[in-house]
């Protein structure tokens, strides 16, 4: 005759508290998310910005130097 096994313990489950998200929590962390976007997209463009305005003063003073430069070779 088989010999009846004791059930196996259940494994303990954790005593975490869960974070739960009302309608208004949810829009709030929507509209944060969303600020965050936009404010960090800012940043950005106007870093580009930044950087194509910086390029063409620079190509504009090598076009002003290489024109002055020429002019005095001439002369």
Same mark, same amino acid.
């Given at each position: 005759?088989p010999?009846a096994?004791a059930p196996?313990?259940? $494994?303990? =489950?954790?005593?975490?508290?869960? &974070?739960?998200?009302?309608?208004?929590? @949810?829009? #709030?962390?929507?509209?944060?998310?969303? $600020?965050? =976007?936009?404010?960090?997209?800012? &940043?950005?463009?106007?870093l580009l910005? @930044?950087? #194509?305005?910086?390029?063409?003063?620079? $190509?504009v003073?090598a076009?002003v130097?290489?024109s002055?430069?020429?002019?005095e070779?001439?002369?």
């Amino acid at each position: 005759m088989p010999v009846a096994q004791a059930p196996a313990p259940l $494994a303990a =489950v954790p005593n975490r508290p869960t &974070v739960q998200l009302t309608p208004g929590s @949810a829009l #709030a962390l929507a509209a944060g998310g969303g $600020a965050v =976007v936009l404010v960090v997209g800012a &940043v950005l463009v106007s870093l580009l910005l @930044a950087v #194509a305005i910086t390029g063409m003063s620079v $190509a504009v003073c090598a076009v002003v130097l290489r024109s002055i430069l020429n002019q005095e070779r001439k002369h």
